[in-house]
C-alpha cells in the first residue's frame, strides 16, 4: 500500500475555503484516494473518494492531477465543526485493510 | 438505518483481567474490521472478516488478542490477559464492497476505549 504524507496541521478561520495536499509518490495503477473525517471520540468518517481528476460531493472537493502522485482535499467555506483530524488514504480495492497515517489537524476559528 | 455499534464505550480493567469488546456492524454488511489506536499513535488495522471467516488477520499484535464472528453477524474482539499497552480505542467499522471500482467507504462505530491499569 502506497504511504501517504500530508501536513500535521492546518489553521484557518470560518468562512475561507481550505486545501489539504495529500502526497501519495507510490501509487499503484489500481489504488483509490480516499479521505476521512474524525472528530474527538469518534470513528473516522468516510468523506470522499476518487481515482483521478475532479470529484465532488456535497461537502468537498477532490482535486487529482494527472500523474496521481498527489491529491488535494478542498473544503469551501469552512465552520467550526469543521475542525477534525482529515486523513488520506490510498488502497487498491474493496475489503483491503486501510492504513491510517498521522493525518492532518485542522482548526477552524471565528 | 443504524451505525455501526460498539460496546463497551469506555472499559477500565486492571493488568491480567480480560475484557470482551463487541461490534454490531451495519445489517447486511458483509465486511467487518477492527482498528485500534493506541495513546498517541495512529490508527493500525488489526484484522478483517468477511461474513464469519477472517481474511486478514496480519494486524492481530499477539496471541492474546481474539477476534471472533460467529454467524457472521456481530463481532467480538477479547483480550485475555490485557496488558498495560494495551490500552487504547478500539474501532470497528464495516462495508459492503460495491460491484465494480473501489469501494472504499467504511462505516466506523464510536469506538471501545480500554483503560489497563
Known amino acids: 500500500l502506497a504511504k501517504t504524507t500530508q501536513p500535521i496541521s492546518m489553521d484557518s478561520y470560518e468562512g475561507q475555503e481550505v486545501n489539504i495536499t495529500c502526497s501519495h509518490n507510490?501509487?499503484?495503477?489500481?489504488?483509490?484516494i480516499t479521505w476521512y473525517q474524525q472528530f474527538p471520540s469518534q470513528g473516522p468518517r468516510f468523506i470522499i473518494q476518487g481515482y483521478k481528476t475532479k470529484v465532488t460531493n456535497e461537502v468537498a472537493s477532490l482535486f487529482i492531477p494527472a500523474d496521481r502522485k498527489s491529491s488535494t482535499l478542498s473544503l469551501p467555506r469552512v465552520s467550526l465543526s469543521d475542525t477534525a483530524v482529515y486523513y488520506c488514504l490510498v488502497a487498491n480495492q474493496a475489503g483491503t485493510a486501510l492504513i491510517f497515517g498521522k493525518g492532518t489537524t485542522l482548526s477552524v476559528s471565528s | 438505518e443504524a451505525g455501526v455499534t460498539q460496546f463497551p464505550s469506555h472499559s477500565v480493567i486492571e493488568k491480567g483481567q480480560t475484557v470482551t469488546l463487541r461490534c454490531d456492524p451495519i445489517?447486511?454488511?458483509?465486511?467487518l474490521y477492527w482498528y485500534r489506536r493506541v495513546m498517541g499513535k495512529e490508527i493500525k488495522f488489526l484484522l478483517h472478516?468477511?461474513?464469519?471467516?477472517?481474511?486478514?488477520e496480519s494486524g492481530m499484535p499477539n496471541n492474546r488478542f481474539l477476534a471472533e464472528r460467529t454467524g457472521g453477524t456481530y463481532s467480538t474482539l477479547k483480550v485475555q490477559p490485557a496488558e498495560l499497552e494495551d490500552s487504547g480505542v478500539y474501532f470497528c467499522?464495516?462495508?459492503?464492497?460495491?460491484?465494480?471500482?473501489?469501494?472504499?467507504?467504511?462505516?466506523f462505530g464510536e469506538g471501545s476505549r480500554l483503560t489497563v491499569l
Open positions: 445489517s447486511g454488511h458483509d465486511n
Open positions: 472478516f468477511v461474513k464469519e471467516s477472517k481474511q486478514d
Open positions: 467499522a464495516s462495508s459492503q464492497p460495491r460491484t465494480g471500482g473501489f469501494g472504499g467507504e467504511l462505516f
Open positions: 507510490n501509487i499503484a495503477t489500481n489504488d483509490y
